[in-house]
């Protein structure tokens, strides 16, 4: 039973989540394939790899992996029974080692270890036994690698290894990949030229193990036994002036040229001559004069094409600097409209046009908002239509489209005139490559998955309430909890849910019904609460309940106004008094799409702020568009069962959103059950 894992060597992003189950042992087993940027990359013959996890209880599991006969870029780890022994979160990255102690480690991934019920299994512990191993089979191979080695080889796997860095921007990332440049850059500028014929022989190489070498004879149409020569001879040399055999005589060459060949000694031989500067008829015999190749002109090793690498390393690594500084970069005419843009997927070119602000189209409605195509990378060809956005004037944009692709964006079209539309294309948005990160949707996962047990505070939409017709032209309805996007999300990941909601319910209700404050209390304390009322006060209560911030009263909470402010308020309040420690986060509604409705999502968001806590804009999410089948296809204004597990899998997305992009607010968090 394999598992396979999309693992980068490119540091940053959100995590790769692995779910398995406790006391997993070597029957399920967890295939890497290995990837840097947007390109495969494969384990260097030689090397090791192994997987370091970090258990949830701090205990450490080094676990030994396989690189795959047939493609280096798969690498197969096995289960053990200590890698899986504590439930939970785990954190690991697969380490590739390689001689001269060099090693990379991939980006982090989530090891999801979900709880037996009957927990019988081995005690959790540490099980570093294949540490000693590897140190002991590094000694036994070290004289053999490093005799094998060659300095461009090395520098070449310096930059496959040790300079594959991230390029998300972070200073650590920058400053070593600027060392690795370094270093490579000092490998190159180490082949210098030397000798006393520098004004006749330059850009000199020489390729394999080092020695001096002496270029002499130099004539220019010189006459010898009748004969007229141009050229120049290659000794071996000890010394300026202790000479050994001539290796190579270039009789009847060119005035100036370049000379490349494979010599008798085995070495491969380059460089630039210009015999100009002799008169013609004379050659220039004396020691001093003539050329000393020595051994900073010598590459250590036997062609070429390897020095090659060591200039594509120099190149790759320069480029990756050059990405840093560079990274999600905006192009295109219409940046003031849209900012902080990312794309997760293969990278491509898309455009985004027809930009309008309140704009009556030919069917007689008014729409704001925009359309995403596809593109090439001028931006002047729009082919495959992927989205048309019909929206408020400024919002944050993000979904997987039909290219497969995760879309994130910000944008703001305040800044065109009400009733117009920008069609040029000239006036597009141009999201270049520089704005894509290579990371599939499927790798961002970063969040709920660490949530063991958590509660959903809330209404109908929080309950599962599903209308049924009943043959007579009505409906009956009632809370099927098991439908509930918290119980969906509770079995996708392996959790425990509690449902603090009922229909009907609204933020002064929920204070006094069973369902709400009163099981609240009589639960056992959660770490994460997620809360979504406010669909009902915005339709039952309207906007005279909305109050203002000065409602809540934080110290004292029953000092807080009958009010949406206060009595949400007043809810937060009471978590905190259960749980101290708890995380929570609000959630906006999705209900009506007016401006009553957007003036509650604001007050949503400002409760936040006071708390200290998260709330999320489900509007972030394009499954609750207005125009999305979240909207459509509800019955009597409420989500069907299939609904409500699209609901699940929206804020699964947002809440994984949700603690990337707060990850400070989320790092003391521990679960409460254990």
Known sequence: ?????????????????????????????????LWFGRSKVEVPSGASVRVDIKKPDGHIVLVTGTVDSSDRSIVTVPTTKQMTAAPGGARGTLVVSSTGDK??????FILQVHRDPVEDGDASDSDLSMLQDAIDQTAANATAAQAAATAAQQAASSFTTDTTLSVSGKAADAAETGRQFGLIKADLGSFKETGGADKYI??????????????????????????????????????????????????NAAVSGHFKETLSDGRTYEFDYDLSGLASGTRDTARDAAHIIKSTCFYNVSTPEEVDEVRTGLSEVTDTIQDMQSDFVELGGASPYFSNIKVHGPVGYTIITNL???????????????VIYSSDETGTDSATQLKAINSSLSGHFYQKLSDGRTYEFDYDLSGIPAGTRITDKGLAYLISEKCFDSMADNNLHLGIGAFDAFGVIGDSYASGE?????????????????????????RKIGATCINFSKGGLTTRSWLTDPMGLALLQSSDALSLYLCALGANDISKLGVNYLGTSADIHVDNPSLNADTFYGNYGK???????????????????????NSVEAQFNTAIRSIASIFGIKAILV????????????????????PTAALYAGMAEANIRLIDRCVYDNLDYFADYVPITQ
Do not use: C
Request: hydrophobic share 35%; glycine share 8%; net charge positive.
């Open 619 to 638: 509007s972030a999410d394009l499954y609750y568009a207005a125009d999305s089948v979240y909207n459509t296809a509800r019955v009597q204004n409420h």
């Open 103 to 108: 090693r990379i480690s991939s980006a982090i």
């Open 1 to 33: 039973m394999e598992h396979l894992i999309n693992l980068n060597f490119a540091p940053g992003g959100l995590p790769a989540t692995v779910h398995v189950s406790q006391y997993d042992d070597t029957i399920r087993q967890l295939r890497f394939q």
């Open 466 to 490: 599903v209308y049924v017709p009943n043959g007579s032209g009505g409906y009956s309805t009632r809370d099927y909890y098991a439908v509930s996007w918290g119980q969906i999300i509770a």
């Open 356 to 370: 309008r602000n309140n704009f009556v189209a030919s069917g007689g409605s008014v729409q704001s908002g925009f």
């Open 202 to 251: 330059s850009n000199v190489r020489v390729y394999g193990s080092p020695a001096s070498i002496g270029i002499s004879n130099i004539r220019n149409n010189y006459g010898s036994s009748g004969s007229e020569q141009t050229g120049f001879a290659i000794f071996t040399t000890t010394s300026d002036t202790v000479w050994g055999s001539a290796i190579k005589n270039v009789t």
């Open 571 to 593: 809810i937060i309040s009471a978590i905190l008094t259960k749980s101290p420690n708890a995380k929570i986060i609000l959630f906006t509604v999705a209900y009506t799409y």
